[in-house]
């Protein structure tokens, strides 16, 4: 399967912890976003990378999440003190480039609750 | 005023019929605009993607955009059950972040 590839794909976990997620994107992908989704909303950008420099970040990044992608390979999505607002589908999504004919392509994601 | 709003539904149709799925959306920047379908539980997969006016057409999808009403608009043909699904529109204002919309629900009913 050469589809974006998230790790792990559940994670349970009490208040306060600190958990990691990591995504593989499709081979020879330069774009890499980071995604969030809560239970009948659509999903909410987080972040994304070009090779592995980080060039956008919402205003939903708080100050205790920290992404990086330092080979401009595979990526990991740090919370830290997790809270119970934390829960959510967390999706990876990567794509060839840049342009209207560049889509994003999703991977199954990791869904987090918090305990 | 929402940045992309679709309908939540249920949009109901019986199988074989066509369903009409609309999404508008407030940015007249937004340049590029994605069909993502969801099923329960599933992460979204990519069915369509317009950037420019008019129709696209691929298989049973037909995808519609009008800049000028900032609205645009997914046909599904031949509806069958397995087309029930969440539908996820989606706008890139410079071909970076997708903004989504809530989805709309569509049930097709044998």
């Known amino acids: 399967d050469t589809g974006v590839s998230q790790d792990p794909r559940h994670k349970i976990t009490k208040r306060g912890q600190n958990v990691t997620f990591r995504c593989d994107p499709i081979s020879e992908h330069n774009r890499l976003y980071w995604y969030r989704q809560t239970l009948g909303q659509g999903p909410e950008f987080l972040t994304y990378f070009q090779n592995e420099a980080q060039l956008e970040k919402s205003r939903l990044l708080s100050d205790r999440f920290s992404a990086e992608r330092p080979k401009g390979s595979f990526s990991t999505l740090e919370i830290q003190r997790t809270e119970q607002g934390d829960s959510a589908m967390y999706l990876c999504?990567?794509?060839?480039?840049?342009?209207?004919?560049?889509?994003?392509?999703f991977g199954d994601g990791t869904r987090l609750s918090i305990l | 005023q929402k940045e992309v709003e679709q309908n939540s539904g249920p949009l109901s149709v019986p199988e074989g019929a066509i369903a009409s799925l609309n999404c508008t959306y407030s940015?007249?920047?937004?340049?590029?605009f994605f069909w993502y379908r969801q099923y329960s539980g599933k992460s979204p997969e990519l069915i369509m993607f317009?950037?420019?006016?008019g129709d696209k057409e691929d298989g049973r999808f037909t995808a519609q955009l009008n800049k000028a009403s900032q609205y645009v608009s997914l046909l599904i043909r031949d509806s069958q059950p397995s087309d029930s699904a969440t539908y996820l529109c989606a706008v890139s204002l410079n071909t970076d972040k997708l903004i989504f919309g809530t989805g709309t629900r569509l049930q097709v009913f044998p």
């Open positions: 940015d007249r920047g937004s340049q590029s």
């Open positions: 999504a990567s794509s060839l480039g840049a342009g209207g004919d560049q889509p994003q392509h």
């Open positions: 317009i950037y420019s006016n």
